[in-house]
Structure formats: structure tokens, C-alpha cells
């Protein structure tokens, strides 16, 4: 099993601050993708990275792709109340179907 | 916006029943899929369906589970003989392209067993 290991495991931050997540594993991963789950729902696709060393921004999210493939960052800026949740990111190895998740980072927001 | 629809919400049943998990992916959507979270732990993988056939499965997904799509909508999730062990939030979720790529996940049934 290709283990993720995802920091912090909680963060509570105030409005306006800025943070980042991680991902990292001694695996290489044919992609890696971030999602949202919020209490009660399914995860969310946020965004997938393919190629090592990619950024992908989307909105005040910035993903970062590590270059041997096996980590990734998320970054928000100015975070806010709405960003609240719980971030997971998810490996995919060269074959198979299956994705792998990590524990994920619990996110608060506070005004 | 099309999304992955999963009946019922919550399913409580008693330890030794069989219950069935029920899933309607979204219509274009080739690959299906079955994970589980137990309470404080991470979601994990059971079985991906391609085909009319399952392409894969963890070792969790043992005889006791199975997957079936009756029909063109509807994609099932059946458990046997329920254990304890069982309960825990199981997420469908449906892509459209090759393997596990833009995965969607509906909401979850959280199934209980006592």
C-alpha cells in the first residue's frame, strides 16, 4: 500500500491568513489529486496534478506537484470561513483503479 | 449540475443481515466505484466496476461484498452477512475517462450495524 502522510493534521487559522498542507509519501504516484469533504458529504474534486513539479492555481488555491512525484502542497492565500473543511489528497498509482487517500488536514477558518 | 445520488442516507440493521447500498452514477460516466471511511479514519478503497465487471478490488472487498448494475442507472453495493466491523460512510463515485481519473462521489450512506 502506497501510504500518505498529510500535515498538520488539524489547523485552525484566522481569516486573512495564510497556509499550507501537505502530502508526502516515499511513493511515486502517476497523479495526485486534491479534494474538499465537508461533514456529512462526499469529497470533492479540487484540482488533479499530473506532471512532477506542476502548479496549478485555482483561485486563491495553489497546488504544487513535487518533481520526484511522491509529495504535494496545497497553499491558500487570504484564507476564509468557506474554506473550512477537510482537505485530502489522493494518490493514483500506473496501474490499477484505485485511488489512495490520505488522512487528511482538518482546515478552521475563523472570522 | 449532474451529480452522484446514493440511497438511502443512513441504514442502521443488525449484525448478520444483509443490507444493499444503492448508487446512480452520473449518466456518461463509464467507471464506477465503492470506497468506505470508518469514523476518524481515511477513505479507502473497495472495488472499481468498468464494463458490466469489476477491474478491481482491496482486500477488504471479500465475499462478502459484491457489486451489481441492475440496470443502466443504478449501481448496488450488497453486503452479505453485515459485521460490526461494517459500519462506516460508503461513498459511490462515477468518472468519465480512463481509470480513476476526475473522480465524483455522491454523499455517503452511513450504515450502522448493531
Known amino acids: 500500500t502506497q501510504l500518505l502522510e498529510q500535515s498538520p493534521q488539524f489547523l485552525s487559522i484566522q481569516e486573512g491568513e495564510n497556509l499550507t498542507v501537505y502530502c508526502n509519501s516515499s511513493?511515486?504516484?502517476?497523479?495526485l489529486q486534491w479534494y474538499r469533504q465537508e461533514p456529512g458529504e462526499g469529497p470533492v474534486l479540487l484540482v488533479t496534478?499530473?506532471?512532477?513539479?506542476e502548479v496549478k492555481k485555482l483561485k486563491r488555491l495553489t497546488f504544487q506537484f513535487g518533481d520526484a512525484r511522491k509529495d504535494s502542497s496545497l497553499h491558500i492565500t487570504a484564507a476564509q470561513p468557506g474554506d473550512t473543511g477537510l482537505y485530502l489528497c489522493a494518490g493514483a498509482g500506473f496501474s490499477g483503479y484505485a485511488l489512495n487517500f490520505g488522512k487528511g488536514t482538518s482546515l478552521l477558518v475563523t472570522p | 449540475e449532474p451529480e452522484v445520488t446514493q440511497t438511502p442516507s443512513h441504514q442502521v440493521t443488525q449484525m448478520g443481515q444483509e443490507v444493499i447500498l444503492r448508487c446512480v452514477p452520473i449518466?456518461?460516466?463509464?467507471?464506477f466505484y465503492w470506497y468506505r471511511q470508518i469514523l476518524g479514519q481515511k477513505v479507502e478503497f473497495l472495488v472499481s466496476f468498468y464494463n458490466n465487471e469489476i477491474s478491481e478490488k482491496s482486500e477488504i472487498f471479500d465475499d462478502q461484498f459484491s457489486v451489481e448494475r441492475p440496470d443502466g442507472s443504478n449501481f448496488t453495493l450488497k453486503i452479505r452477512s453485515t459485521k460490526l466491523e461494517d459500519s462506516a460512510m460508503y461513498f459511490c463515485?462515477?468518472?468519465?475517462?480512463?481509470?480513476?481519473?476526475?473522480?465524483?462521489f455522491g454523499s455517503g450512506t452511513q450504515l450502522s450495524v448493531l
Open positions: 511513493s511515486v504516484f502517476s497523479s
Open positions: 449518466s456518461n460516466h463509464l467507471y
Open positions: 463515485a462515477s468518472s468519465e475517462g480512463l481509470r480513476n481519473e476526475k473522480l465524483f
Open positions: 496534478v499530473v506532471t512532477g513539479g
